[in-house]
């Protein structure tokens, strides 16, 4: 048996918003409140007084940020994101996460999450009323990048695998039927609100 080197192909896709970017990174608030719950154990009671909600500080803490103060996107969520859109195709996904990667250019400021920056668009203060996994309504406050935001995507790949046709074609399929960020069209938890939605301006 004879095993080739991995013969990898990186390229640049530049990716343009066809739809709103909703952030959803969890905010410390958040994890602050689950880790008390989890710490008091059989003592944490349903009745526990709530402090009042900051939805500057959720909305500020909703968004990825880089250590220069820009903000950015998951780039493993991108990543999950082209895994998924293989079983559109009929390909196999355990062998696309072994082939699809995407390059981060820097890593967020508080969890560290492999990131890949904005490169056109601001993001502004968005309100949306969700339901919590309990089921109780409740309001979150969140990052919105308006339709033309753009992102530059370095992905790099097995090229015996995938071409770059193929590559390009998956991430176009990624942008119309899968969708990144809250609200996606491939959402966990329900079929999204059309949100997350991109198509591939430029290859270099």
Not at 70 to 84: D, I
Request: some cysteine; charged content about 25%; hydrophobic content about 40%.
């Amino acid at each position: 048996m004879t095993i080739k080197a991995a013969q990898f192909t990186t390229k640049t896709f530049t990716i343009q918003g066809t739809a709103p970017y909703v952030s959803n990174k969890f905010s410390s608030e958040a994890i602050e409140q689950m880790r008390a719950k989890q710490a008091e154990g059989a003592q944490a009671k349903k009745g526990s007084k709530k402090e009042p909600k900051d939805f500057d500080k959720c909305y500020q803490e909703s968004m990825h940020t880089l250590p220069d103060g820009t903000y950015g996107m998951n780039a493993a969520a991108f990543r999950q994101a082209l895994v998924s859109a293989c079983r559109l195709v009929g390909f196999k996904m355990t062998l696309a996460k072994l082939a699809l990667f995407v390059d981060a250019d820097g890593f967020d400021i508080t969890d560290h999450c492999p990131l890949v920056r904005f490169t056109k668009g601001t993001p502004e203060k968005f309100e949306s009323c969700t339901r919590n996994e309990t089921g109780v309504a409740d309001i979150r406050a969140r990052g919105l990048w308006q339709p033309g935001w753009e992102v530059e995507l370095r992905i790099r790949w097995d090229a015996d695998l995938f071409a770059e046709a193929d590559v390009k074609n998956l991430l176009d399929r990624v942008g119309q039927q899968v969708g990144i960020g809250a609200g996606r069209p491939d959402s966990k938890s329900s079929c999204g609100q059309g949100w997350g939605t991109f198509a591939v301006v430029k290859v270099a």
